[in-house]
């Protein structure tokens, strides 16, 4: 048997690249509002904030000296010229306080939220750059998640719910699915939907345990399929009388 490697589906794989570019978008932009952004808008108001009380008081100061025959000196007049300038420069858009949530949004939200989930979504796409299941020339089948089944360890396949045929009831999700059976009776999901040629691995657990209703290709055999259903609702039907059996 040769060995058999699938690969994250291009779907999936796409779906965490965008995932992790989101991310990446975000603690960047948290960072330059928090950094760069944030303290540029307070150094702008004060800015502001400033140009008008020395604008008012020079003004005020101006109207006094007049009075009183006087003028204002070289100095307050540039000072008055240039705080004259700023408010001219915001007269269509008065710069505003920022609020004190902007600053713990951009960081908490934007940044570190941002960053937290960089590491979750760039793990999968190293872990599993060499492939996900594999199923090794003498049988042993690896996990995506590390965990190794020996060949003896594997003594069935649940096909229930794989394309629907067996169980048309099926949910969607699970129509992706078929369960090996290990000798502990414990099981192992083989979800065809995240990994490109789980299908190939399924295919030889199916026809070596269920050869009557799956070929070597993995593909339906009708008769055995019928069978298969037959035994299935009967199954089922015994499984509901049992529970609304009274007791």
């Known amino acids: 048997m040769a060995e058999i490697k699938t ?23 948290g960072g330059w509002q928090y950094w760069i952004r944030l303290p540029e808008r307070e150094a702008i108001f004060s800015q502001y ?16 000296q007049k009075d009183a025959g006087g003028k204002l000196t070289p100095d307050e007049v540039s000072a008055y010229q240039e705080a004259e300038a700023t408010l001219t420069t915001y ?14 949004i951009s960081l908490l939200v934007w940044f570190i939220g941002g960053l937290s989930g960089v590491p979750f979504l760039i793990w999968p796409l190293w872990k599993h750059r060499n492939g996900g299941w594999i199923l090794e020339e003498d ?23 794989w394309r629907g045929l067996i169980n048309p009831q ?17 099981k ?47 199954d089922d039907d015994g499984k509901k009388k049992v529970e609304k059996a009274p007791s």
């Open 7 to 29: 690969s994250m589906r291009a779907g999936q794989k796409y779906k965490l690249i965008v995932l992790l570019l989101l991310c990446l978008f975000s603690a960047v932009y």
């Open 49 to 64: 904030t400033q140009a008008v009380d020395v604008h008012n008081e020079l003004v005020a100061k101006a109207e006094r």
């Open 91 to 104: 007269a269509d858009d008065k710069p505003q306080k920022p609020s004190k949530y902007d600053g713990l």
């Open 139 to 161: 049988g042993t089948l690896k996990s995506p998640k590390g965990e190794t089944f020996q060949d003896a360890s594997i003594k069935d396949i649940d096909m229930t719910t």
């Open 170 to 186: 099926a949910s969607n999700k699970s129509t992706w699915h078929a369960k090996l059976i290990l000798e502990n009776d414990r």
């Open 188 to 234: 192992v999901v083989l979800d065809d939907y995240p990994w490109d040629g789980v299908s190939r691995i399924i295919a030889q657990y199916a026809h070596r345990f269920h050869p009557d209703t799956w070929d070597e290709n993995g593909d339906p055999i009708q008769e055995g399929i019928n069978k298969a259903s037959k035994a299935f609702e009967d």
